[in-house]
Antibody
Framework: QVQLVESGGGVVQPAGSLRLSCAASGFTFSTYPMHWVRQGPGKGLEWVAVISYDGSNKFYVDSVKGRFTISRDSSKNTLYLQMNNLRTEDTAVYYC?????????????WGQGTMVTVSS | DIQMTQSPSSLSASVGDRVTITCRSSQSISTYLNWYQQKPGKAPKLLIYAASSLQSGVPSRFSGSGSGTDFTLTISSLQPEDFATYYCQQSYSTPRTFGQGTRLEIK
């Protein structure tokens, strides 16, 4: 079935790094733009980054520019988020989501989320 | 960036009630407006895309309307499983901003 599964979350100290992965299955991963969305404890949803279907275009929310890098490997059907120089305010559940470009770019498939805790 | 504002932030209602949640964008987004439902500890789930199109598998008691800057999500007859938090999101431009959420609670 169509599925996204995140991994790579954990506890990291401020200024540390972490790489999240999102494994896709059940659909042609290489034809869809993909996003990362995060949710801080008790907070709402915050869009983080997007990558085009072929990896040629990437955009980020201002608060992570220069620190986070989104990438994809279509040979492995996997989306990544490299997070460097982490701050306490980056603590959140991180979700990957598929962009349904055939239906007004809604996020139609979501992973289960992976928790990132930035704390000393 | 386009700002999305939902109202109310929270809402108490009873099973069987008709409920409406509104979402306003800071500039026109045509019908590039989506609605998601999120239950505690779970990922968001797409309910409505393109302002009024029901995602496959979503019950018909959910409906959406609007265009431009003003949008609504209506649940015609609340069921116990509908108590959750609802988010609007614009997909007109990047960053793909979300509303702050509306928490729907049991009265």
């Amino acid at each position: 079935q169509v599925q996204l599964v995140e991994s790579g979350g954990g506890v990291v100290q401020p200024a540390g790094s972490l790489r999240l992965s999102c494994a896709a299955s059940g659909f042609t991963f290489s034809t869809y733009p993909m996003h990362w969305v995060r949710q801080g404890p008790g907070k709402g949803l915050e869009w983080v980054a997007v990558i085009s279907y072929d990896g040629s275009n990437k955009f980020y929310v201002d608060s992570v520019k220069g620190r986070f890098t989104i990438s994809r490997d279509s040979s492995k059907n996997t989306l990544y988020l490299q997070m460097n120089n982490l701050r306490t305010e980056d603590t959140a559940v991180y979700y990957c989501a598929r962009d349904d470009q055939y239906n007004y770019n809604a996020f139609d498939i979501w992973g289960q989320g992976t928790m990132v805790t930035v704390s000393s | 960036d386009i700002q999305m504002t939902q109202s109310p932030s929270s809402l108490s209602a009873s099973v069987g009630d008709r409920v409406t949640i509104t979402c306003r964008s800071s500039q026109s987004i045509s019908t590039y407006l989506n609605w998601y439902q999120q239950k505690p500890g779970k990922a968001p789930k797409l309910l409505i895309y393109a302002a009024s199109s029901l995602q496959s598998g979503v019950p018909s008691r959910f409906s959406g309307s609007g265009s431009g800057t003003d949008f609504t999500l209506t649940i015609s007859s609340l069921q116990p499983e509908d108590f959750a938090t609802y988010y609007c999101q614009q997909s007109y431009s990047t960053p793909r901003t979300f509303g702050q959420g509306t928490r729907l609670e049991i009265k």
